[in-house]
């Protein structure tokens, strides 16, 4: 499974937009990416998944470039219930059983 | 839609005592089951699969232990547990490359 490194911390103010990068230099042909979102003693919750490209839903939009490389998970206009731990991820592929290896995440702070 | 289950919700339990978690995944048949631990302040580690009834896969050595005896129930078990087992047990489940996880079970081991 590939492995995935992002920033361990990040602070914004509320309204301003949020990038979270993440590298996967590793990332198999058949592997998708995958964003979560923690808050405390909660599970982790689905975000959004691509696979290259640009991926955009209601919550958040998520860039892929060509090589596959890293993505870019872009949080538009954040507010202070934002604040939490985002998970980067890739896998899911059919050949690993949709095994995710979760790696320490990225603590997001959003500021008033 | 589907719904996915865990109970008991919060756990105290003593050193050297049984374990029994149970999750349950409703609106979908033969999915893949997950079983994560995540210690205060960490990642989630993962601590079985499951992609079908009576198969299960483990990723860490433990005193734990996994079992699916029906198509939507994964169980985790202990004989007996170690201070170290605390921690926040999430089961997730996934129709495909994404995983949708339940509410957690918080384990105290005093």
């Known amino acids: 499974l590939a492995k995935t490194t992002q920033p361990i911390s990040m602070d914004s103010y509320e309204g301003q937009e949020v990038n979270i990068t993440c590298s996967h230099n590793?990332?198999?042909?058949?592997?998708?990416i995958t964003w979560y979102q923690q808050f405390p003693s909660q599970g982790p919750r689905f975000i959004i998944q691509?696979?290259?490209t640009k991926v955009t839903n209601e919550v958040a939009s998520l860039f892929i470039p060509a090589d596959r490389k890293s993505s870019t998970l872009s949080l538009p206009r954040v507010s202070l219930s934002d604040t939490a731990v985002y998970y980067c991820?890739?896998?899911?592929?059919?050949?690993?059983?949709?095994?995710?290896?979760f790696g320490q995440g990225t603590t997001l702070q959003v500021k008033p | 839609s589907q719904t996915i289950h865990q109970w008991p919700a919060t756990l105290v339990q003593p050193v050297g005592s049984p374990l029994s978690l149970e999750c349950t995944v409703e609106?979908?048949?033969?999915?893949?089951l997950y079983w994560y631990r995540q210690a205060a302040g960490r990642g989630l580690q993962l601590l079985f699969y499951?992609?079908?009834?009576?198969?299960i896969s483990s990723e860490v050595p433990q005193n734990l232990s996994a079992s699916r005896p029906q198509d939507r129930q994964f169980i985790l078990s202990s004989k007996k547990l170690l201070l170290s087992d605390s921690g926040f047990y999430l089961c997730?489940?996934?129709?495909?490359?994404?995983?949708?996880f339940g509410p957690g079970t918080r384990l105290t081991v005093t």
């Open positions: 499951s992609v079908g009834i009576g198969q």
């Open positions: 691509g696979y290259k």
């Open positions: 609106g979908t048949s033969n999915p893949n």
């Open positions: 991820l890739v896998g899911g592929g059919s050949s690993n059983t949709g095994k995710l290896i």
């Open positions: 997730a489940w996934s129709p495909g490359p994404e995983q949708y």
């Open positions: 590793n990332i198999a042909t058949n592997d998708y």
